[in-house]
């Protein structure tokens, strides 16, 4: 019997109905095939479930096992002889990465973790406690952090090259060079936010770098362009630049 209400219409189930909803549904029926055979949406059974006092079960996603046959087996380790990894294979073959990690290591080509890598945490406190006992590892990431963030502006990269076939110089040159400009007070220990920082004379924003191998780059990042300069001063300064420096080529 139904009874319609702006178009709405809501369906009265009989007690044998609702008690074979809930057998169907204890059984193991899911509430799409209980709604086909009523000819119901799947909203409706749920309501009656829940009038019922029924709880309703999770709905799992359950996402297909990808097969892999004798014949790509020996495709995917042919690929990774020559060289390709999971991602690329996967791409090639059109299935998941860790599919392909998975039978490489079934096969006992490779295992599926061949490093546990230290949490994030873990890694930077590596990081940090190392900056703080080599003053020459903090320097070389603060110059190399400073060229990346220049060629980054100008959406260029450094191509994985070390800054220093970049700049043309060495980190000891650079050492030798700031520290004959340390002011009263400066020393390696205090390099740092609060210390003195590397201090480009004329700003890098003042430079038009259209890539690592352009003048200006060269000019940007010149010996004769650095400095060290107090933290305070330097974030005082900003990006301003009021007498032109001579630069080496």
Request: hydrophobic share 35%; with cysteine.
């Given at each position: 019997?139904?009874?319609?209400?702006?178009k709405?219409?809501?369906?009265?189930?009989?007690?044998?109905?609702l008690?074979?909803?809930?057998?169907?549904y204890?059984?193991?029926?899911t509430?799409?095939?209980?709604?086909?055979?009523?000819?119901?949406?799947r909203e409706?059974?749920?309501l009656r479930?829940?009038?019922?006092?029924?709880?309703i079960?999770?709905?799992?996603?359950?996402r297909?096992?990808?097969?892999?046959?004798?014949?790509?087996?020996?495709?995917?380790?042919s690929?990774?002889?020559?060289?390709?990894n999971c991602?690329?294979?996967?791409?090639?073959?059109?299935?998941?990465?860790f599919?392909?990690?998975?039978?490489?290591?079934?096969?006992?080509?490779?295992?599926?973790k061949?490093?546990?890598?230290l949490p994030?945490?873990?890694?930077?406190?590596?990081?940090r406690?190392k900056?703080l006992k080599?003053?020459?590892?903090k320097?070389?990431?603060?110059?190399?952090h400073?060229?990346?963030?220049?060629l980054l502006?100008?959406?260029?990269?450094?191509?994985?090259?070390?800054?220093?076939?970049?700049?043309?110089?060495?980190l000891?040159?650079?050492k030798?060079h700031?520290?004959?400009?340390?002011?009263?007070?400066?020393t390696?220990?205090?390099?740092?936010?609060r210390?003195?920082?590397?201090?480009?004379?004329?700003?890098?924003?003042?430079?038009?770098?259209?890539?690592a191998e352009?003048?200006?780059?060269?000019?940007?990042?010149a010996?004769?362009?650095?400095?060290?300069?107090?933290g305070v001063?330097?974030?005082?300064?900003?990006?301003?630049?009021n007498?032109?420096?001579s630069?080496?080529?």
């Amino acid at each position: 019997m139904n009874i319609t209400y702006r178009k709405q219409t809501i369906y009265r189930h009989t007690e044998k109905q609702l008690q074979d909803i809930a057998t169907r549904y204890a059984n193991g029926a899911t509430m799409d095939e209980i709604a086909a055979i009523y000819h119901v949406c799947r909203e409706t059974i749920k309501l009656r479930l829940v009038q019922m006092g029924v709880t309703i079960r999770p709905k799992i996603k359950v996402r297909p096992k990808q097969k892999i046959f004798e014949v790509q087996k020996k495709l995917i380790i042919s690929l990774f002889e020559q060289g390709m990894n999971c991602y690329q294979i996967s791409k090639q073959m059109q299935l998941g990465p860790f599919t392909i990690s998975k039978c490489l290591a079934n096969c006992g080509v490779r295992a599926i973790k061949t490093q546990e890598r230290l949490p994030i945490k873990l890694r930077s406190k590596k990081y940090r406690d190392k900056q703080l006992k080599d003053p020459m590892f903090k320097l070389a990431q603060s110059i190399r952090h400073g060229i990346n963030k220049s060629l980054l502006t100008a959406f260029r990269k450094k191509d994985r090259r070390h800054w220093e076939t970049l700049v043309g110089y060495t980190l000891e040159d650079l050492k030798q060079h700031l520290e004959k400009q340390f002011e009263p007070g400066m020393t390696w220990e205090n390099h740092s936010y609060r210390g003195w920082h590397i201090d480009n004379i004329r700003p890098v924003i003042s430079f038009n770098i259209t890539g690592a191998e352009c003048e200006d780059f060269k000019k940007c990042w010149a010996l004769d362009n650095l400095r060290p300069l107090w933290g305070v001063d330097n974030m005082r300064k900003n990006d301003t630049w009021n007498a032109p420096i001579s630069l080496r080529d």
